[in-house]
């Protein structure tokens, strides 16, 4: 009896390890599968398409059935024409946008989406903070109402100064991810954009229930893991304390992909085996 529940726990351990996935181009699913990666995080533009005709999705519906590496989730949400926060937001050509990409997420059976879209977020230099947060946090309910009608979370991503001057940090996006108040408005903290903003492995303590989702990479040159040998063990104990349960994916600049893709990989699994033995 004591052998079996030593092997149910060691199962359950093994269980509670976040499954490793790699942001990248559908056209990429096949060396994906053989660098030992689960699934894609793929962007909105290609996959969905949201401004290609129902004939052409209807194409690329076909090809993400025959992907050897299924796409999980979708980046770059909102293009940065379509602006969030500032004087010339029209709330009418946002919401329309957003129920077709998730009408047509509906469709594909792809139920996460990442929001960084730095652009379109962006505050303009002559416009308040205070009331780009409020536009944000209305037009965010909005759309993720949207969202749910469709079965789809959406995951408010961390970006650094240097992509965007509004939700920089993780502690921001967690607060704005408290104001929305949505049961499918939740976080996604980039460890990458965390360590170029010097945001400490400790904020993801406070994150326990709202974070569904983690993009990581290496400070310098947003490499891949193993590159510069980067240490993520304390973002990594972390997010074991806190119990996540989500997935983790490598989003970097790739110096050569399908060389280093399976390498990368086994880095970090290396890390979170030692994190979670």
């Not at 359950?12 to 995080?41: C, N, R, W």
């Not at 037009?139 to 993720?144: D, L, N, P, S, T």
């Not at 170029?196 to 492995?201: I, Q």
């Not at 893991?225 to 997010?239: C, I, N």
């Amino acid at each position: 009896m004591r052998i079996l529940l030593c092997i149910l726990l060691s199962l359950h351990v093994l269980q509670a390890q976040p499954e490793v996935g790699v942001a990248v181009s559908i056209k990429e699913a096949g060396t994906a599968h053989a660098a030992g990666f689960g699934f894609l995080v793929a962007t909105v533009p290609e996959v969905i398409s949201p401004f290609a005709s129902d004939q052409e999705f209807a194409t690329r519906l076909r090809e993400l059935g025959q992907l050897k590496t299924p796409v999980y989730a979708l980046n770059i949400f909102i293009p940065a024409e379509i602006k969030l926060v500032g004087a010339t937001t029209d709330e009418g050509k946002i919401l329309h946008y957003t129920q077709k990409v998730f009408e047509r997420c509906r469709q594909a059976n792809i139920k996460l989406i990442v929001w960084g879209s730095g652009g379109a977020r962006k505050i303009p230099t002559d416009f308040s903070k205070a009331e780009a947060t409020t536009q944000f946090i209305e037009i965010a309910r909005k759309v993720a109402d949207q969202a749910a009608q469709q079965g789809i979370v959406l995951a408010l991503e961390n970006l650094n100064t240097t992509e965007t001057n509004f939700i920089n940090t993780v502690a921001e996006a967690l607060e704005i991810v408290k104001a929305v108040n949505r049961k499918n408005f939740r976080l996604c903290a980039d460890i990458y954009h965390m360590l170029r903003e010097g945001e400490p492995a400790a904020t993801l303590l406070r994150c326990k229930g709202y974070l569904v989702h983690i993009d990581l990479a290496e400070k310098e040159n947003r490499s891949a893991p193993g590159v510069h040998r980067e240490d993520f063990t304390a973002y990594l104990k972390a997010l074991k304390k806190i119990k996540y349960s989500g997935k983790l994916v490598l989003e970097c600049r790739w110096d050569n992909w399908v060389a280093q893709a399976g390498p990368s990989r086994l880095y970090l699994q290396q890390q979170i085996d030692q994190v979670w033995k």
